[in-house]
């Protein structure tokens, strides 16, 4: 068995509008009861993925806030892979009314509309950060972290190496995971760069994309 994990971006690749289907929960299933490793790799914050996903358990492990923290799902052990967001720049984001805006253990995260204030009190404030994005969201993270080196960190808790993770995803955020995976997956509706370093584009958008790459790795690489 060429391919033991299968990591999987959460928003418009495995979940369509927040919610993941049931077609999706079986294909996800088929791939544990295979002998396969099931790896969440999001830029939400655990709070806001419980409220909107109840079948956390199905993971061994997921990879929050875009890189920056590992979550056990049958512990509950959380282990964050930086230092917190530095409170002036929290401070002052809100000062200027950046809104929405939202404060993680590890990442500060807006939308595209204030990209310029976000930089600007970056710059500022002389702080060694980098924005990054995902879609209309904005996100601020320690340089170096994303969800590459997220992945990276569980797959030394697992033992695993790169060349035996299948990844999907769509959007920016998700081109360090498809470059940190042995087998890269976009699915149909993913941005215009992540299908150029794809080796498989479904022809299913979300969570259908995501049951279709999980299909064919099933029927393709036997134990």
């Keep these: 068995m060429q391919y033991q994990a299968f990591a999987t971006d959460y928003d418009e690749t495995l979940a369509c509008g927040g919610r993941v289907q049931g077609r999706t929960i079986g294909a996800l299933m088929r791939a544990r009861d295979s002998g396969r490793i099931l790896i969440l790799v999001t830029g939400r ?11 956390l358990g199905l993971f061994t492990l997921i990879v929050a806030e875009n890189g920056t923290l590992l979550y056990s799902p049958a512990t509950g052990e959380e282990t964050a892979l930086c230092g917190a967001p530095p409170q002036p720049l929290v401070q002052r984001l809100r000062d ?17 509309a204030h990209e ?12 060694d950060l980098q924005i990054i994005f995902n879609r209309e969201s904005v996100m601020v993270l320690p340089e170096g972290m994303d969800k590459g080196t997220g ?8 033992h695993l190496n790169r060349e035996s993770v299948v990844g999907i995803g769509d959007a920016e955020n998700d081109l360090p995971l498809l470059r ?3 087998f890269p997956v976009a699915v149909a509706n993913a941005v ?7 080796r498989l584009v479904t022809v299913g958008k979300c969570g259908e994309g995501v049951a279709e790459a999980i299909t064919t790795i099933l029927a393709t690489d036997q134990p």
């Design 45 to 55: 914050e655990l709070p806001n993925l419980r409220s909107v996903f109840a079948d």
């Design 96 to 112: 200027r009314g950046v809104q929405p805006l939202s404060v993680g253990r590890c990442v500060v995260a807006t939308v595209r």
């Design 116 to 127: 310029a204030a976000v930089l600007e009190a970056i710059h500022e404030l002389r702080l």
């Design 151 to 158: 992945l990276g960190a569980a797959l030394c808790r697992l």
């Design 180 to 182: 940190a995976c042995g």
């Design 192 to 198: 215009p760069s992540l299908k150029e370093t794809a």
